[in-house]
């Protein structure tokens, strides 16, 4: 069979609800098939197998799984403080990569394993990070209409994750809302999309000036609130929120200004977009803000991005997201995270490259 027809196995570390989300989103795609199911309590993985036809084998560890049969590609779906190690054994037995936002809790270790990356990119592997809402048609549309000028300069963005979760969210795992395996709250775990598309639209950040709070949760160590503004290398400005602590739980929404024009995303679908270039972006009506929106969104997300890395492996051209685009997204957390327990503004540059590594992060109360 040639490339382009061969079925491609996956194994799918970490069996929760990510997990079980990718194997949905893979059993919906034809060159794909969950072939390993990997998680530390064997009784969780054995539960999402009994729902996957063909039925996969399960393993305790991800190098069990890689002994036992042939993988292509490895998703990476555990708590965040353990991606790094997962993703490094994946590369070094020759598989591709998919690896769960954030890259990891730890800018160090990801900075790292980007070098890592690079050097298996070379060997070509695919090596990618999940972020579907890049894949989102409206999303694609604004992105096109930016690199084409049809909003002119960028001048401004406003980024907003107004979100809920109960208590009963962070109870229910003792790695969530830590910083150790959470790698921080509302703008690590909820907001980290929005800060890659928002990076996606408006390039590299030069300078970020931010505040955190924990306001209304307890027995958690990271933040629910985390609001920055943040200065961009081409000169735009954007205000960056995010919690979750807004009751119950609005759209997420990210407002794009320039000199020629100006577009709204909000929950996924274009709600507003106006250009002095003539003409309309090009979408179905279905992704413009109104539409009902289908029950199964979640799912398509990902399966768009997996068509994304099928691919990528079938051409050779590197991933839509890639992890340097998923370090820099760590980076401008991380960037976020130290200006709000220094108390200043922080130079984007030196957040990267490590300078503030050895600045423990706190959460205001």
């Given at each position: 069979?040639?490339?382009?027809t061969?079925?491609?196995?996956?194994?799918?570390?970490?069996?929760g609800?990510?997990?079980?989300?990718?194997?949905?989103?893979?059993?919906?795609?034809p060159?794909?098939?969950v072939?390993?199911?990997?998680?530390?309590?064997?009784?969780?993985?054995?539960?999402?197998?009994?729902?996957i036809?063909?039925r996969?084998?399960?393993?305790l560890?991800?190098?069990?799984?890689?002994?036992?049969?042939?993988?292509?590609?490895?998703?990476?779906?555990?708590?965040?403080?353990?991606?790094?190690?997962?993703a490094?054994?994946?590369?070094?037995?020759?598989?591709?990569?998919l690896?769960?936002?954030?890259?990891?809790?730890?800018?160090a270790?990801?900075?790292e394993?980007?070098?890592?990356?690079?050097?298996a990119?070379g060997?070509?592997?695919?090596?990618?990070?999940?972020?579907?809402?890049?894949?989102?048609?409206?999303?694609?549309?604004?992105?096109?209409?930016?690199?084409?000028?049809?909003l002119?300069?960028?001048?401004?963005a406003?980024?907003?994750?107004?979100?809920?979760?109960?208590?009963?969210?962070?109870?229910?795992?003792?790695?969530?809302?830590?910083?150790?395996?959470?790698?921080?709250?509302?703008?690590?775990?909820?907001?980290?999309?929005?800060?890659?598309?928002?990076?996606?639209?408006?390039?590299?950040?030069?300078?970020?000036?931010?505040?955190?709070?924990?306001?209304?949760h307890?027995?958690?160590e990271?933040?629910?609130?985390?609001?920055?503004?943040?200065?961009?290398?081409?000169?735009?400005?954007?205000v960056?929120?995010?919690?979750?602590?807004?009751?119950?739980?609005l759209?997420?929404?990210?407002?794009?200004?320039?000199?020629?024009?100006s577009?709204?995303?909000?929950?996924?679908?274009?709600?507003?977009?106006?250009?002095?270039?003539?003409?309309d972006?090009?979408?179905?009506?279905?992704?413009r803000?109104?539409?009902?929106?289908?029950?199964?969104?979640?799912?398509?997300g990902?399966?768009?991005?997996?068509?994304?890395i099928v691919?990528?492996?079938d051409?050779?051209?590197p991933?839509?997201v890639?992890?340097?685009?998923?370090?820099?997204?760590?980076?401008?957390?991380?960037?976020?995270?130290v200006?709000?327990?220094?108390?200043?503004p922080?130079?984007f540059?030196?957040?990267?490259?490590?300078?503030?590594?050895?600045?423990?992060?706190?959460?205001?109360?």
């Amino acid at each position: 069979m040639s490339s382009e027809t061969t079925r491609l196995n996956v194994a799918i570390v970490g069996s929760g609800i990510i997990g079980a989300n990718h194997a949905e989103a893979i059993g919906r795609h034809p060159r794909l098939r969950v072939a390993a199911l990997v998680d530390a309590r064997i009784e969780a993985a054995e539960g999402l197998a009994a729902k996957i036809d063909p039925r996969p084998a399960c393993h305790l560890t991800l190098a069990e799984a890689l002994r036992a049969q042939p993988i292509d590609l490895v998703a990476i779906c555990t708590p965040s403080g353990l991606h790094v190690e997962a993703a490094e054994q994946t590369l070094r037995a020759g598989a591709h990569l998919l690896v769960e936002k954030p890259l990891d809790t730890s800018l160090a270790k990801a900075r790292e394993f980007a070098k890592v990356a690079v050097e298996a990119e070379g060997r070509g592997l695919v090596c990618a990070m999940v972020s579907q809402h890049r894949f989102d048609p409206a999303m694609v549309a604004v992105q096109a209409a930016v690199c084409d000028g049809r909003l002119g300069r960028i001048t401004s963005a406003v980024v907003s994750m107004p979100w809920w979760r109960d208590q009963a969210y962070y109870d229910s795992a003792d790695w969530r809302g830590t910083w150790a395996y959470d790698g921080g709250g509302a703008l690590a775990n909820q907001g980290i999309h929005l800060v890659d598309q928002m990076l996606a639209l408006l390039g590299r950040p030069e300078e970020v000036y931010a505040r955190t709070a924990l306001v209304c949760h307890e027995r958690i160590e990271v933040e629910d609130l985390a609001v920055a503004t943040i200065r961009f290398a081409g000169g735009a400005l954007a205000v960056l929120h995010a919690t979750t602590g807004a009751h119950p739980g609005l759209p997420v929404r990210l407002a794009l200004h320039g000199t020629g024009g100006s577009a709204i995303l909000q929950d996924d679908q274009l709600e507003y977009f106006h250009s002095a270039t003539p003409g309309d972006l090009d979408l179905a009506p279905g992704e413009r803000h109104g539409a009902p929106k289908a029950a199964d969104g979640f799912v398509v997300g990902h399966l768009r991005q997996y068509q994304d890395i099928v691919e990528a492996i079938d051409t050779g051209r590197p991933p839509g997201v890639r992890v340097a685009d998923g370090l820099l997204a760590l980076a401008l957390v991380r960037a976020v995270y130290v200006s709000a327990t220094l108390g200043r503004p922080v130079d984007f540059g030196q957040v990267l490259d490590g300078v503030f590594d050895d600045v423990t992060v706190t959460t205001q109360e």
